[in-house]
């Protein structure tokens, strides 16, 4: 166990390091980008204030755009990052390396997507703030409660991500397909699925929901809902590993794992 943490740690510091050394202008340019995407997103809906007879309701909304930003922060780098850590790995000859490892190549996978998962909550926790300065306009979140919320929803999202990362092991390269998977994952974070419904067996659905819910409009949920939040996620998140070690296993077999 202190092994895998102290893997998951060094993965950690391994992408901000490269993010500000080999990537640094693109690292830069990128949180310019998330900064000035803030700044006219606080502004656009704040246009609307003079239609609005309350102020409560722009305040909502814009909790709801920034919610809506972490989530789909979580769900980009669950998809799209881990096929392209995948991708990247094969292209350069260096998956095979995290094949041979004693934990298992889902593992290193798994470290991998949580550190840059962990690397963009920190840049949005400190730059949403940053725009509130900038642009005036302040509004609170509960940041711990948000943080348990988003929690299930990264390990569902990883779940569907294994899967996707399995598929790329033996067709080489699915970054369109996986953005195209993208949307159709973003469509289930709006079915209601809160109160449960046949849409809360879903994957991802329930806890984008309910993080709308609590966060944004202050809904108290039971400790059965968190209960079946983290159920819900740890059920599709072990079924991804599974399918994934399986076609993993699939690429084995067909000798193609170094093939690009």
Do not use: C
């Not at 693109?26 to 246009?47: K, M, T």
């Not at 972490?70 to 790995?89: A, D, N, P, R, W």
């Not at 740890?234 to 399918?243: A, D, L």
């Amino acid at each position: 166990m202190k092994e895998r943490i102290r893997i998951l740690i060094t993965e950690i510091k391994f992408i901000f390091i490269r993010m500000i050394t080999s990537y640094r202008f693109d690292w830069i340019a990128g949180n310019i980008n998330l900064l000035l995407g803030l700044i006219f997103l606080y502004l656009g809906i704040n246009s609307f204030k003079d239609e609005v007879v309350s102020s409560n309701v722009i305040d909502s909304k814009t909790i709801k755009m920034i919610i809506g930003l972490y989530t789909f922060v979580v769900v980009q780098e669950g998809l799209v990052g881990m096929v392209s850590k995948v991708s990247e790995g094969k292209a350069y000859g260096t998956f095979e390396q995290i094949i041979v490892n004693p934990y298992g190549s889902w593992f290193i996978l798994f470290a991998k997507a949580v550190g840059g998962s962990i690397i963009s909550f920190i840049s949005i926790t400190i730059f949403a703030p940053l725009a509130m300065v900038i642009t005036g306009k302040y509004f609170s979140v509960n940041l711990f409660k948000l943080i348990l919320l988003l929690i299930p929803l990264l390990f569902s999202v990883f779940g569907i991500g294994f899967i996707l990362a399995g598929l790329t092991l033996i067709y080489k390269r699915l970054q369109s397909f996986a953005y195209l998977i993208q949307f159709f994952v973003l469509s289930l974070m709006v079915l209601p699925s809160y109160p449960f419904s046949v849409y809360s067996l879903l994957p991802i659905a329930p806890q984008s929901l309910v993080i709308n819910k609590v966060i944004a409009s202050n809904v108290a949920i039971s400790y059965k809902w968190w209960i079946y939040l983290y159920l819900n996620a740890f059920v599709y998140f072990f079924s991804g590993i599974k399918i994934y070690n399986y076609l993993e296993e699939i690429a084995r077999e067909k000798g193609v794992l170094g093939h690009y």
